[in-house]
């Protein structure tokens, strides 16, 4: 069975912190995909990230980074220097090989106060 | 189209009602999901088309729930019977390939009064 568990269910911080939302799944498969989306207010999901299951490289996408551990099967994303408009609902979400479906975690609401 | 169209963007309707949910892919993705998405909840998988057919329904709640795609493109998800649990985002995703990630559609927010 695969699962996404994102704790945290919210999270608030002042504009310029740096914060990390966390991100646990599981799985059988050996090969699998993790992904994180951003869904703004306006709803429409985005895609952030994908990452297989055979590349633990940390991956820095601006003021964004990845973290993937497969040890402690967690894929944890950090914004650094966050501002305003990373206010949103962040998803974590895991993809076996094969034809099954994207599974989702509950999200992780991110406000940033100005 | 550019991106993956969901029509209508909003729909209030009477329980007990049927409802159609349209999808319009991005062109020449072949995989085609929906997803249903709660309140406070992440996206729920309903069902996966790869072409004109259905490859997974197992999401969907019951058999008020219908889906098709007959022509590998649009699809309709319908709903029979209306409940106001079924009041929630719809949302539907194009893929080429599902491994590389799906496009998510802006979603249909459907309420049952």
């Known amino acids: 069975a695969q699962k996404v568990t994102q704790a945290q269910t919210e999270i608030s911080v002042v504009e310029k912190e740096d914060v990390t939302l966390d991100c646990v799944y599981e799985?059988?498969?050996?090969?699998?995909?993790l992904f994180w989306y951003k869904q703004p207010p306006s709803g429409e999901l985005v895609f952030l990230i994908r990452?297989?299951?055979?590349?633990?490289q940390n991956e820095i996408s601006g003021r964004y980074s990845w973290n993937f551990q497969k040890s402690t099967s967690s894929f944890n994303f950090t914004i650094t220097a966050s501002q305003v408009v990373d206010s949103a609902v962040y998803f974590c979400a895991l993809l076996n090989s094969g034809n099954t479906p994207l599974v989702f975690g509950k999200g992780t609401r991110l406000s940033v106060i100005a | 189209g550019a991106g993956v169209s969901q029509t209508p963007s909003n729909k209030v309707t009477e329980k007990g009602k049927y409802v159609e949910l349209r999808c319009d892919p991005i062109s020449g993705h072949t995989a085609l999901y929906w997803y249903r998405q709660s309140l406070g909840q992440g996206p729920e998988f309903l069902i996966y088309?790869?072409?004109?057919?259905?490859?997974?329904d197992s999401g969907l709640p019951n058999d008020r729930f219908f889906a098709v795609r007959p022509e590998g493109s649009v699809s309709t998800l319908k709903i029979q019977r209306t409940e106001r649990g079924d009041s929630a985002v719809y949302l539907c995703?194009?893929?080429?390939?599902?491994?590389?990630?799906?496009?998510f559609g802006s979603g249909t927010r459907l309420t049952v009064v």
């Open positions: 799985t059988r498969d050996t090969t699998y995909y």
């Open positions: 088309f790869q072409g004109t057919g259905a490859a997974d």
């Open positions: 995703a194009s893929s080429l390939s599902g491994t590389f990630g799906y496009t």
């Open positions: 990452r297989n299951s055979f590349d633990e």
